[in-house]
């Protein structure tokens, strides 16, 4: 790190709880404050020949001064462009209804069923291509059967699966 660097980050250390509050009174926000000092922080440790700085706490005020408004400059842009309105009302949250939750569990314990009805060895290959992400060749390998025995068994489990979920949701 050049030694002007390593001037600044000193100065920003001793300074960093007056910046932030200058930056906080200044902007009306103590988090945007806090991620704007950050972001000083960052770009004092990025600057890869700084020249020398005569009054470094100025320089610093400056800086983070600087980034803030454009931090709000982009802030306002981005608001023209996505407006509130723009935003529908029913945003689905991410969280599936009670009765979609319901519905995944028969299916997942029907399924899990499915699976432990299958012979042995159709059901290893079947858990190892689908649940352990290997290649048929790569469970042909590790089950010491040729690939076309895996593909076998897999389609046998995947038909074995479907009709176990058909007979339930008749």
Not at 51 to 76: G, Q, W
Not at 115 to 136: Q, T, W
Request: net charge positive.
């Amino acid at each position: 790190m050049p030694r002007n660097s390593a001037k600044l980050l000193a100065a920003l250390a001793a300074c960093y709880e007056d910046l932030k509050a200058f930056l906080s009174r200044k902007f009306g926000c103590p988090l945007l404050a806090e991620d704007i000092v950050q972001e000083t922080w960052l770009r004092v440790r990025r600057l890869s020949q700084p020249t020398e700085v005569a009054h470094p706490r100025a320089y610093l005020f400056r800086m983070a001064t600087n980034l803030a408004i454009d931090h709000l400059r982009s802030e306002k842009a981005r608001a023209r462009h996505i407006g509130a309105e723009s935003v529908p009302e029913n945003v689905p949250d991410g969280i599936p209804p009670p009765d979609r939750v319901i519905d995944y569990q028969q299916r997942l314990m029907i399924l899990r069923k499915a699976v432990d009805e299958l012979p042995a060895r159709c059901r290893e290959a079947f858990m190892l291509h689908k649940f352990g992400g290997l290649s048929h060749a790569e469970v042909a390998s590790r089950m010491g059967i040729s690939r076309n025995m895996v593909e076998k068994h897999i389609i046998r489990g995947l038909a074995h699966c479907r009709d176990r979920l058909r007979q339930a949701f008749k």
